[in-house]
C-alpha cells in the first residue's frame, strides 16, 4: 500500500517559517518528480511547488517564489518545503503529491497537514 504522510504544519505567525516533510512508503518515488499543492476552503487545489527526481530541477507558482523551497532526499524517499517569510495568505492544507506529469493528475496524494499563518 503506498502512503505519503505529511507532518510539519501548524499555526504560526506572519513573517515565521515552516518545514513540512512528505514521508513516503510502499513506492520509491526516486525516479519520479514530486510535488506540494494546497487548497483553501472554497477554492480549488493549487499547485505550489515540484521538484525533478534528482532534485537538480524545481519550480514555483509565483506567489511563493523567493520565500519557499522544495527539495528531496532520495535515500529516506521523503520531500520536504521549506517555507519561510509566511504570509497569512499562505494558510491552507498542503498536500505532497507524485508522480508528477504534465497534464496528468498525481496517482498518490497525502492527508495533507493544516498551515495556518496569523497577522
Known amino acids: 500500500q503506498v502512503q505519503l504522510v505529511e507532518s510539519g504544519g501548524g499555526l504560526v505567525q506572519a513573517g515565521s517559517s515552516l518545514r513540512l516533510s512528505c514521508a513516503a512508503s510502499?513506492?520509491?518515488?526516486?525516479?519520479?518528480?514530486m510535488g506540494w499543492f494546497r487548497q483553501t476552503p472554497g477554492k480549488e487545489r493549487e499547485f505550489v511547488a515540484a521538484i525533478s527526481w534528482s532534485g537538480g530541477s524545481a519550480r514555483y507558482v509565483n506567489s511563493v517564489k523567493g520565500r519557499f523551497t522544495i527539495s528531496r532526499d532520495n535515500a529516506k524517499n521523503t520531500v520536504y518545503l521549506q517555507m519561510n517569510s509566511l504570509k497569512p495568505e499562505d494558510t491552507a492544507v498542503y498536500y505532497c503529491?507524485?508522480?508528477?506529469?504534465?497534464?496528468?493528475?498525481?496517482?498518490?496524494w497525502g492527508q495533507g497537514t493544516q498551515v495556518t499563518v496569523s497577522s
Open positions: 510502499g513506492r520509491t518515488f526516486s525516479s519520479d518528480a
Open positions: 503529491a507524485g508522480p508528477v506529469v504534465a497534464g496528468r493528475r498525481p496517482d498518490y
